[in-house]
């Protein structure tokens, strides 16, 4: 099982940018997934999820309104489209794949991970 992340870079206060994490296709369409993201110096935090079909999602509170979760289970990829950036949503960006096919934000709950991907938001 395999979860490649891509799509980070450096963008302005404001700026928008989509994140792509392409998958196993074996494995995709079963499993619940999830965005994480840590920052240098702090601990890893739960972003987003959304469940095995994308009926349902959940986000972190301080990334509702500005971030969205979806999936393209024929593509295998999981998306991340962030608009409105800070500066303070600087870190690396990680695709989850869960065991469970619901939505979840516990990271206990992902087993598979993929490599990450940076993002830098300028002030």
């Known amino acids: 099982v395999q979860l490649q992340a891509y799509g980070g870079g450096l963008v302005q206060t404001g700026g928008s940018l989509r994140l792509s994490c392409a998958a196993s296709r074996r494995m995709f369409s079963n499993n619940g997934m999830g965005w994480f993201r840590q920052a240098p110096g702090k601990e890893r935090e739960f972003v987003a999820t959304i469940s095995w079909n994308g009926g349902d999602t959940f986000y972190a509170e301080s990334v509702r309104g500005r971030f969205t979760i979806s999936r393209d289970n024929s593509k295998s990829t999981l998306y991340l489209q962030m608009n409105s950036l800070k500066p303070e949503d600087t870190a690396v960006y990680y695709c989850?794949?869960?065991?469970?096919?619901?939505?979840?934000?516990?990271?206990?709950?992902?087993?598979?991970w993929g490599q990450g991907t940076q993002v830098t938001v300028s002030s």
């Open positions: 989850a794949a869960s065991r469970y096919a619901y939505r979840t934000s516990q990271a206990d709950r992902y087993n598979y």
